[in-house]
Nanobody, 127 residues
Framework: QVRLVESGGGLVQAGASLRLACEIS????????MAWFRQAAGKEREFIAA????????FYADSVKGRFTISADDDRKTGHLQMNSLEPEDTAVYYC????????????????????WGQGTQVTVSS
């Protein structure tokens, strides 16, 4: 059974940094892509960042480009999201997602491409 567990969320002031982690368990699972999504209160879940583990390519939403950095360990079992210069608008529940198959590289942005999801970790940024 594959399980994703996020950690590292919390309450910070604007301008601060946080580093989220995503641990993947499940011996038979090899992730081909890992991604982070977030959902603010009253809003739909949105794409934040993703990494293609087969190609090493990284993708970001415009709202976080230059501030957030996604990474994954070589064993494809741990991912991170480094978040710098946090803004109150970044307040949301952050979800880690992983998949062993992508339709194509462009589909890395699509929520429905990810079969496995974590339970989410709350990030709150105060002004």
């Amino acid at each position: 059974q594959v399980r994703l567990v996020e950690s590292g969320g919390g309450l910070v002031q604007a301008g601060a940094s946080l580093r989220l982690a995503c641990e993947i368990s499940g011996r038979s699972f090899a992730a081909n892509a890992m991604a982070w999504f977030r959902q603010a209160a009253g809003k739909e879940r949105e794409f934040i960042a993703a990494v293609s583990l087969s190609q090493g390519s990284k993708f970001y939403a415009d709202s976080v480009k230059g501030r957030f950095t996604i990474s994954a360990d070589d064993d494809r079992k741990t991912g991170h999201l480094q978040m710098n210069s946090l803004e109150p608008e970044d307040t949301a529940v952050y979800y880690c997602a992983a998949t062993s198959y992508l339709r194509d590289l462009q589909s890395i942005y699509e929520e429905n491409q990810y079969y496995y999801w974590g339970q989410g970790t709350q990030v709150t940024v105060s002004s």
